[in-house]
């Protein structure tokens, strides 16, 4: 298939491409990777008459250490990520999440900014930047704001980003010390979306005491689920195998996924609780074996 007709433009700056979807707003679409909104033009799900493409805007590609977080810029490509030491030392969440995006041709356009704009409610992106607490950083003609990863996600390839905002930067908390993570996802072949995902950080303390844990599930729900339940139960603990498996549990119940020609709602609600499970063991491990 072809995409309908559109206009297309290429900013150099952020300012210009701001103004750009001002004049536009409504009609226009930001590209980023493409690897998302190529395909959904192509087959008409998406028809917007006015392109805007980012790919020449080099200020917006950039990892940077910023003391507390680390910060992203919208249109660093998902290659860039997984191969980025800041990433791996100070946010490995981020690092694991990358390795479960898609495939390396996919990854090497793709962008952090595209993947969380789209969110996709099988992404892993969306469930690594609420499960870190991350924010979002949006700009348009009437400034700028920051948007918390849970007010950012509002359903299915749904966000808070107004018609007028282009997304600049994902602001990344550092994983604490004493932490360990793991994102651990079941899909029907290496590279494809997630059937169900588990973004998991637990910070110890001396005893081996999980006093932080953060916890998001991807392909569950019509975004990015954050498990509160599960780490309300889990936190204060040392872990145990009762401990995995009242986790385990709780997960289960915590969802309310939908069943597609991929897999029934039932075998995505278990498949939550096993991810859980594992996802904890593996981040205490680590975190344990970093202390
Ligand atoms: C075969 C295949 C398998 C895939 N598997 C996975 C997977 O397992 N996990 C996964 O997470 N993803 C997967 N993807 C998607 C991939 O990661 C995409 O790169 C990503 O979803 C979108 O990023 P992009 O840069 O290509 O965005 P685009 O496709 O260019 O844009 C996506 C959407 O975001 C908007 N947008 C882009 N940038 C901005 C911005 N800065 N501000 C505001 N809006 C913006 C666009 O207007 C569009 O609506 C897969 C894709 C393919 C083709």
Redesign the pocket.
Known sequence: MKPASFSYLLPKTVPEAVKMIAEHSGDA????????????MNFRL?RPSVLID?NRIPD?SYIKDRGDYIAVG??TR?RMIENSDIVRDMCPLVHDATL????LP??S???I???I??A?P????PATMLALDAFMVAKSERGEREIGAADFFDGVLSTS?EAD????EVRIPKAPANSGSAFIEI?RRQ????LAGIAAQVTLDDDENIIGIQLAACGVGPGPVRLNQVEDGVRGTTLTAEILSNAKEAATAAVDPEGDVHATAAYRRKLTGVMTERALRKAVLRAVGKK
């Open positions: 679409r930001f590209i980023a990777g493409g690897q998302s909104l190529v395909p959904m998406a980012l917006l919208a249109m998902e479960n995006i898609a495939h996919i990854r356009r793709g962008t900014g595209g993947s704009s789209n996709d099988a992404a892993e992106y980003l905002e282009i997304l600049t899909s590279g494809d979306y997630a």
